[in-house]
């Protein structure tokens, strides 16, 4: 079994974030649950999403508190929460950040990449909305999915303009952490 | 076939392959995707069906209420203060014995105003003479919708159903469901046929005054269907296991390695994926764990309830509503299907956990089965906070 944890803000698409893992793992034949977790019912407060995924349907039902990857839509939430709290020893942290952004000390086996999603995403899609190149930087850092299976998702998620932008996000985001683990 | 999709979009899917003639609802969290889902299905013409917007779920009940008089298929859903507002017209639609089917995205009731997860609204209407099945999963809140019409509108029911899932855990969460095919459907659920309804060309009067000569037997017609009723759901399990290949057996409980158990666990909905999940971990460790699922809440399966913990030295209840002043809701059915039976748990614990959305873990679970010892508790609160309980008042 696999958990994910993604910290965003309302209204920053975690959600979709979530589904489109899931559809991703539901693809290569895994049985993903994928759920969102609210705060204050308001955009831009807090919340999580999440998805636990394994090779049999899920039936543990809670929320996720000792993930072995967390996604961070928006660094500013690091500053009010520990976002890495019981973070696997070996476990892998996504970060929508700047290159030189400020990064808790993590434990030896954990790592963190920070992908420029929003920019990727400003480039590509004209809106800050960075998850698209997030789950392609997730791919690629954990392993966990394939790229053309992430472009098929993205693909049959938006259509027209949205779907080029979001296509190319995705592979903006995989190929970004794959140069960080090459260099 | 199968599918990753959202619990309440799911929803929307099998009532569509149900096809109401009459759907009415009210937006009110966590049910709104469902309604939100039929009402788009009807807007693009996926859906032939009457899809009646209104102002409150007073009326959202109403409206369904007379569809199905007029003798059609109906489907409304809501959750907790909605299903509170629709109380009375909840209790006619039983009182006139209407097979309407609702699904209740469980949620807490205010105040304080809560929007999460916990079954009290449901709970609270179990005397209105309505069935409460409560769904593990999504592809049992799916299949149970289904099942839910065949029970209601069979001639020997003519009962209303209340299909109930966890609200955010399943309506928001997304996971594998095997969609039934339609032609399966309409082999399963044939178009419904009234035995009565209103029609101008041949009036009736449906809904009348019932005075002290009359109203008692109308309320005890009810209880004895519901009484027999727990046959006919188990028959009607049966047949749709057949027809689509899943394996529900009777309906009533679901037992889950109870059979040799010292401790089981009894609750209803979503936590019982929780509860198993500690099961095999306790069984892993050489202790003898079980749980036992209540499906059918209402009628509720006395008998099979005995049979399975007969020989269980401690079970722990645990709820996920209350009755304030009183024992807990399922605590109190647990307690009642072994008084002044020969056989049965030496314990029957209740807990009270999962209200108002706070999360019930695989830690709160443990902590049920550490406190299921020799002593007997009742309403014990897990997962409770003692640093808010402090009391401060102003001078």
Redesign the interface.
């Known amino acids: 079994m696999k958990e994910i944890r993604i910290h965003a803000r309302a209204g920053q698409g975690a959600i979709t974030t979530?589904?489109l893992l899931?559809?991703s793992y539901?693809n290569e034949g895994k049985?993903?649950?994928?759920?969102?977790?609210?705060g204050a019912?308001r955009m831009g407060a807090p919340m999580n999403a999440f998805v636990r995924v394994d090779s049999d349907?899920?039936?543990?039902?809670?929320?996720i508190?000792e993930p072995d990857y967390v996604i961070i839509v928006d660094p500013t939430l690091m500053r009010g929460f520990n976002c890495f709290s019981g973070l696997k020893e070996d476990g892998v942290a996504i970060i929508n950040g700047k290159e030189d952004m400020e990064l808790p000390k993590l434990k030896a086996k954990q790592k963190v990449f920070v992908v420029p999603a929003s920019e990727i995403a400003m480039k590509n899609i004209g809106r800050p909305l960075g998850n698209t190149a997030l789950i392609g930087a997730f791919a690629a850092a954990t392993g966990e999915l394939k790229l053309d299976n992430l472009i098929a998702v993205a693909k049959n998620r938006f259509s027209g303009k949205a779907q080029e932008g979001n296509v190319r996000a995705v592979k903006e985001g995989f190929e970004f952490v794959k140069s960080k683990l090459k260099g | 076939m199968k599918e990753?999709v959202?619990g309440s979009h799911a929803i929307a899917e099998i009532i569509k392959a149900a096809s109401p003639g009459v759907i009415s609802a009210y937006p009110i969290?966590p049910q709104t995707h469902i309604v939100e889902g039929l009402a788009q299905m009807v807007a693009s013409g996926e859906l032939k069906s009457q899809f009646v917007n209104v102002e409150s779920e007073h009326s959202a009940a109403s409206v369904v209420l007379g569809g199905s008089a007029t003798g059609v298929r109906v489907y409304t859903a809501t959750s907790s203060q909605g299903l509170f507002y629709m109380q009375e017209v909840v209790f006619n639609i039983a009182g006139m014995r209407l097979p309407v089917v609702m699904t209740c995205a469980n949620r807490a009731i205010s105040a304080p105003i809560n929007?999460w997860n916990d079954q009290q609204d449901s709970i609270s209407l179990r005397d209105s003479g309505w069935f409460q099945i409560y769904a593990e999963?999504n592809q049992e809140a799916v299949d149970f919708h289904l099942i839910a019409y065949r029970l209601a509108e069979d001639k020997r029911v003519m009962l209303p159903v209340m299909v109930c899932m966890?609200g955010?855990?399943l309506t928001?969460?997304?996971?594998?469901v095997d969609i039934p095919e339609q032609d399966k459907v309409n082999e399963f659920l044939p178009n419904y046929k009234p035995l009565y309804k209103l029609d101008p060309a041949h009036p009736i009067s449906m809904g009348l005054l019932a005075d002290p000569d009359y109203y008692m037997e109308a309320r005890f017609a009810i209880q004895e269907t519901m009484n027999e009723s727990i046959g006919y759901l188990s028959e009607i399990s049966r047949e749709f296991n057949g027809v689509f290949g899943r394996d529900y057996k009777d309906l009533l409980v679901e037992e889950y390695h109870t059979k040799d158990a010292e401790k089981v666990i009894v609750a209803m909905g979503?936590?019982c994926?929780?509860i198993?999940?500690v099961v095999d971990e306790q069984r892993a460790k050489g202790k003898k764990a079980g749980c036992l699922r209540i499906i059918s809440y209402r009628p509720f399966p006395y008998a099979r309830v005995y049979e399975a913990l007969k020989d269980v030295p401690r079970v722990a209840v645990l709820d996920k509503a209350v009755s304030l002043g009183a024992y807990a809701p399922v605590a109190v059915e647990i307690k009642a299907a072994f008084y002044g039976k020969k056989k049965g748990p030496k314990v029957i614990s209740s807990f009270v956990a999962g209200l108002g959305g706070r999360?019930?873990?695989?830690e709160?679970i443990d902590e049920v089965f550490r406190r299921l010892t020799a002593k007997e508790v009742n309403s014990d609160f897990i997962d409770l906070k003692p640093e808010l309980l402090k009391e401060e008042y102003g001078e």
Do not use: C, W
């Open positions: 979530a589904a899931g559809f539901f049985y993903p649950y994928a759920f969102p977790n609210f019912a349907p899920v039936r543990l039902r809670s929320q508190y | 990753f959202e969290t929007i999963d966890d955010f855990i928001h969460g997304m996971e594998t979503s936590v994926g929780t198993k999940e999360d019930i873990t695989l709160s």
